[in-house]
């Protein structure tokens, strides 16, 4: 049983991840709010929903077992909590590079509300948290069912990085770096949400950033 987990599971992450994206990138970005939303909306669907479906239909299991629960079982190591100050100041220094600017944000207006300021962000969070129980849950978990955690996690990190090889060399790279400490923080407290906190964080303080530093685009202040 363990190892047709774990082939489903590398299926899974195979597939899912493909239909997503050629569903959500069907059309050729435009960077209007709508189809971002969507874009994320997709992503919740394939990676969040359709994967719940598979571990209660498939496995006959919960979504804890693949470390989509609230026990610890351990807390994050000290050093992790030192990853958040220097996840805000990289992002503060790196957001106005042109390169960055070129991508983000990625809702692609000249103006922002308030409104969609809070839209965007909570979307970002919904989208992660399905994103990490894809990769580091499901995947994760169902691959420490036949392999060592080292071996699991290089398993984790290629297809993580292949994930991101459409975004170019410097995001796929910078990927699988961090996704090795995502993984070594799941596999230490036994859920996901370390690594949910670590990348909302990189995700939201780097559209902030670069929604400040775009030179056409602003924030209205009562909108």
Known sequence: MDQI??????????IGFAGYYFLAHRKS???KAREVLAQRGWGVFFMGFVTMLIIF???KDKPASYGFGFSFLL?????????LPLIITANYFQSSLPANLAMYPQIRIEKWSGKLLALSGLSWIAFLVAYEFFFRGFLLFAS???????????????LYGFAHFYKGPGETFGAIIVGVLLCYLTIHTGNIWSAVVIHSLMALSNE???????????????G
């Open 57 to 59: 239909l498939v496995f």
């Open 29 to 31: 970005a435009s960077g």
């Open 5 to 14: 987990e774990f082939i489903v599971a590398i299926l899974w992450a195979v």
């Open 208 to 222: 902030w950033f670069s929604l400040s530093a775009h030179p056409k685009m602003k924030l209205l202040r009562n």
């Open 75 to 83: 807390p994050p190591p000290w050093w992790s909590y030192l990853i």
């Open 144 to 158: 420490l069912t036949v392999l060592d955690p080292w071996p699991a996690i290089a398993l984790n990190c290629s």
